[in-house]
């Protein structure tokens, strides 16, 4: 089955030091990656697509297929990244996008 | 210019009332999606409109769930006799491809349901 795991559903993290949110998925075809952002009190957002390979405000994330993964990284954490981060996966067999939980990432002074 | 409008944005329904949600979709945008996000958890995929052809219908939970975009515009996702696992923000979102799942999705604010 498809499945999107997020593990962690609240990470915390001190302005200035590194992020990484895990996201890992179950699909055995070719997979289409996205992370969306909800920053408080507004509406889902796209942060970015693994197929644009764009960094988006500091963000990057890198599709390994070995281990099935597609972290968001961002070196140096900003106050104004607090928000909900979701990763979602397309298919190839259906126009169904695949949720994650999210986590919800909280900057620390 | 203007992005996907929802409305309500809250309702309240009585066990058993039939509710009616409306998406006004970014204007030229091909594809529609409707989703069920329930507290703490990610959106669920209800279904999908490609302009006015419903494609895929398969994640809505019972019969009691209808959706419609008649005119391959504004869609209305409809949930006959309440129950209260219905409960959960209905989020619509739209698309101007026809790539289904693959570009960029633009999300509206959601509807809160909550059935009482």
């Known amino acids: 089955a498809q499945r999107v795991t997020q593990p962690e559903k609240l990470l915390s993290v001190f302005k200035g030091a590194p992020v990484e949110l895990k996201c890992n998925y179950s699909y055995s075809g070719s997979p289409e990656l996205f992370w969306y952002v909800q920053y408080s009190r507004q509406r889902l957002q796209l942060l970015l697509r693994h197929i644009s390979r764009e960094s988006i405000k500091g963000f990057t994330a890198d599709l390994n297929k070995g281990e099935t993964s597609f972290h968001l990284k961002k070196p140096f954490a900003q106050e104004e990244d607090s928000a909900m981060y979701y990763c979602?996966?397309?298919?190839?067999?259906?126009?169904?996008?695949?949720w994650g939980a999210g986590t919800k990432l909280i900057l620390q002074p | 210019g203007a992005g996907v409008s929802q409305s309500p944005r809250y309702k309240v329904a009585k066990r058993g009332q039939d509710v009616a949600l409306r998406c006004d979709p970014i204007?030229?945008?091909?594809?529609l999606f409707w989703y069920q996000q329930a507290l703490g958890q990610g959106p669920e995929f209800l279904t999908y409109f490609q302009n006015e052809a419903q494609l895929d219908k398969s994640g809505l939970p019972s019969d009691r769930f209808f959706a419609e975009r008649p005119e391959g515009s504004v869609s209305t996702l409809k949930i006959q006799r309440t129950q209260q696992e219905d409960s959960a923000v209905y989020l619509c979102a739209s698309s101007p491809t026809q790539d289904g799942p693959y570009y960029e999705q633009y999300f509206g604010p959601g509807t809160r349901l909550t059935v009482t």
């Open positions: 979602a996966l397309g298919t190839d067999s259906n126009y169904q996008l695949i």
């Open positions: 204007s030229g945008h091909v594809s």
